[in-house]
């Protein structure tokens, strides 16, 4: 296992067009995290999975956002009618234990470009 | 709510020179520390935590982090630096009760040869 993957790696997309990324946690962890960083910021909680279950959202993530994690495997970020503000570095992280409090694994990001 | 800030936007040191980045957040309740990097092109990775114990606590590439609950700090420090340390570091807060972690903003380090 080489850790958290996320795919694309970049992607530029019209205002308007719908997005999705797609996340693969380390195998063995059962917590899986998304985040969005901009320039100049530190990564910003969106959304939280525990296995398949969607167990909290921050209020960043507006109703355009959706997320899922439909086998408790791998997941994926949607956005729906990009808009400019939404150009930020999207990060995936999973952790292996019950709360997380180990840390977690980063992946490399999607950075997202809305033109 | 939560709040993580890190004092210094962007730090320039020399070789050898030693460091220190302040990081202070804001929560009502107990919390679990982390120190993250971030080298140029890399994904985050832990540098070291804190949950409980020992207040200083050591991580890798010599890096260790003293929490100080009455001035809820936890700053990070490394005796002598490298060249190869410049990177971004953000400090994380994490309530023991929360399943989110806060990230401050992230302190830039540019270490000159």
């Known amino acids: 296992d080489t850790g958290v993957s996320q795919d694309p790696r970049h992607k530029i997309t019209k205002r308007g067009q719908n997005v999705t990324f797609r996340c693969d946690p380390i195998?063995?962890?059962?917590?899986l995290y998304w985040y969005r960083q901009t320039l100049g910021q530190g990564p910003e909680f969106l959304t939280y999975f525990q296995n398949e279950a969607q167990l909290e959202k921050s209020r960043l993530l507006s109703d355009r956002f959706s997320a899922e994690r439909p086998k408790g495997s791998f997941s994926t970020l949607e956005i729906q009618r990009t808009e400019q503000g939404d150009s930020a570095m999207y990060l995936c992280?999973?952790?292996?234990?019950?709360?997380?409090?180990?840390?977690?694994?980063f992946g490399s990001g999607t950075r997202l470009t809305v033109v | 709510a939560q709040s993580v800030s890190q004092h210094n936007h962007h730090v320039i040191l020399s070789e050898a020179a030693s460091l220190e980045l302040g990081c202070n957040y804001s929560?009502?309740?107990?919390?679990?520390l982390f120190w993250y990097v971030q080298y140029p092109g890399q994904h985050l990775q832990l540098l070291l935590k804190?949950?409980?114990?020992?207040?200083l606590v050591k991580g890798i590439k010599g890096f260790e982090a003293e929490f100080i609950k009455s001035k809820f700090s936890f700053n990070l420090r490394k005796p002598s630096v490298q060249w190869s340390d410049t990177a971004e570091y953000f400090c994380a807060v994490r309530g023991r009760n929360n399943n989110d972690m806060r990230f401050g903003a992230g302190t830039r380090l540019t270490v000159k040869p």
């Open positions: 929560y009502g309740g107990t919390v679990n």
């Open positions: 804190y949950f409980s114990g020992d207040p």
């Open positions: 195998s063995e962890h059962n917590r």
């Open positions: 992280a999973s952790s292996g234990d019950d709360r997380g409090d180990y840390g977690y694994t």
